[in-house]
């Protein structure tokens, strides 16, 4: 922080330096620049710019009316001068359209729309491997009808995403954990202690995770670790009547399609993926809403594509799965990350854009996204192109915004 606060007072005692110097910013400039250097171009400031000779020109400087205002409605439900409605079938995708109680199909405002008693709302958290401003790691939140909700994964950062989002904390009572790596989990202690503090008193925090071949592979040693690592903040927050009761529901990880969760018409399931280690678990939520209505949504967690993906997320509502866009050379410059270590790890432990559209194509669910990836247009636009080479499908990036 001192560094920046100086390179601030330096940037702003040299515009003042210039404003002494010159009454004129530009004559300035051009008195010091007048001279040709290779390899640069020399704009003169002074000279005025014809609007009207640039149309000339051809080409668009201004919008139209019409233009702006199909801009302005971008998303609306209804025309704002005519109230024509606007939203029709096929708006996103062939029997996907925006639900009529919504105000909007281009913006979500937290704490304004109810979740409907036959909706299934998922919303991402954090959607990255890599933590950086406006993206967090992975977490994924699933609200439902009937009142109840569910965390898949709870990535570094994700944390701040539910408060932002209007979620409070003591109502996050059930987090599934794909596997081990710390930017799926890194969240948990934070929500852990403040969940309780902020009133999460009524009903333990559960956390469900795979087992490991050996005791310390598995979920219920890492939050022993985490409870141990605590010991100080758990200490000083007994001032307070905080909830601090925690469960684990530690499953077996070879145990393929057991169910894990089954309360009120929901059922949570899960089988295996090809992942570091014994690797990492996908998940499975089936709700019965009636007799007539169910929903479905499969969260597959990291790893590398598998027959069991198919098996057993087949025919899913909404299934989301990780990738990593085959784009090694760029992220080696963006993020410094050397391309051969990218390379090995899509290669070893990573679902490929590639990969993913074959796997999409294979469960054929109404709706398929991936996640877990960095969203910049490079990385968008290629994603696109190498999910869509086998999944012709309706699909979606999931990002938070």
């Known amino acids: 922080m001192r560094k920046i606060h100086q390179l601030s007072v330096i940037t702003g005692a040299i515009l003042m330096s210039s404003a002494v110097f010159a009454q004129n910013p530009f004559e300035h400039y051009q008195s010091e620049n007048s001279a040709s250097f290779s390899g640069y171009k020399h704009y003169n400031y002074e000279q005025n710019v014809s609007t009207d000779e640039l149309m000339k020109q051809g080409g668009?400087?201004?919008?139209?009316?019409?233009?702006?205002?199909?801009?302005?409605?971008?998303?609306?439900?209804?025309?704002?001068?005519?109230?024509?409605?606007?939203?029709?079938?096929?708006?996103?995708?062939?029997?996907?359209?925006?639900?009529?109680?919504?105000?909007?199909?281009?913006?979500?405002?937290?704490?304004?729309?109810?979740?409907?008693?036959?909706?299934?709302?998922?919303?991402?958290?954090?959607?990255?491997?890599?933590?950086?401003?406006?993206?967090?790691?992975t977490s994924i939140y699933v609200e439902l009808g009937n009142g109840d909700n569910f965390v898949f994964d709870l990535g570094e950062a994700s944390i701040a995403n539910y408060i932002g989002a209007g979620v409070a904390l003591n109502e996050l009572?059930?987090?599934?954990?794909?596997?081990?790596?710390?930017?799926?989990?890194?969240?948990?202690?934070?929500?852990?202690q403040f969940g309780g503090w902020n009133g999460r008193w009524e009903k333990p925090l559960t956390i469900y995770g795979p087992s490991g071949?050996?005791?310390?592979?598995?979920?219920?040693?890492m939050v022993?670790?985490?409870?141990?690592?605590?010991?100080?903040?758990?200490?000083?927050?007994?001032?307070?009547p905080s909830g601090n009761d925690i469960e684990v529901v530690e499953y077996d990880f070879k145990d393929d399609g057991g169910v894990i969760y089954d309360v009120d018409g929901v059922k949570v399931s899960h089988w295996r993926r090809s992942h570091a280690k014994d690797g990492a678990s996908a998940y499975r939520l089936d709700w019965t809403i009636n007799e007539e209505e169910s929903l479905c949504f499969v969260w597959t967690g990291?790893?590398?594509?598998?027959?069991?993906?198919?098996?057993?997320g087949k025919g899913c509502d909404l299934f989301v799965t990780e990738v990593q866009t085959e784009l090694v050379g760029l992220a080696s410059i963006v993020q410094g990350v050397p391309a051969f270590l990218t390379r090995y790890t899509i290669d070893t432990h990573h679902t490929s854009g590639y990969a993913a559209g074959w796997l999409a194509n294979q469960v054929q669910p109404r709706l398929f996204m991936t996640t877990h990836m960095e969203f910049d247009p490079y990385?968008?636009?290629?994603?696109?192109?190498?999910?869509?080479?086998?999944?012709k499908g309706p699909y979606h990036l999931a990002r938070q915004t």
């Open 173 to 192: 009572d059930k987090v599934f954990i794909t596997h081990l790596h710390v930017d799926h989990f890194g969240s948990l202690p934070y929500l852990y």
């Open 60 to 137: 668009k400087i201004y919008s139209s009316p019409e233009e702006i205002h199909a801009i302005l409605q971008g998303g609306l439900k209804t025309d704002i001068q005519t109230g024509e409605e606007l939203w029709k079938e096929g708006l996103m995708f062939d029997g996907i359209e925006p639900m009529d109680h919504m105000v909007t199909a281009a913006n979500w405002f937290p704490r304004t729309e109810q979740v409907q008693h036959n909706e299934m709302r998922v919303t991402f958290m954090g959607t990255s491997p890599m933590i950086r401003p406006g993206q967090a790691n």
């Open 213 to 221: 071949r050996n005791p310390e592979d598995g979920t219920r040693h």
């Open 379 to 391: 990385y968008n636009n290629e994603t696109v192109a190498q999910v869509r080479e086998h999944w």
């Open 224 to 240: 022993e670790g985490m409870l141990q690592m605590l010991s100080w903040h758990q200490d000083a927050f007994d001032v307070f």
């Open 302 to 312: 990291d790893g590398r594509p598998t027959e069991l993906d198919i098996e057993y």
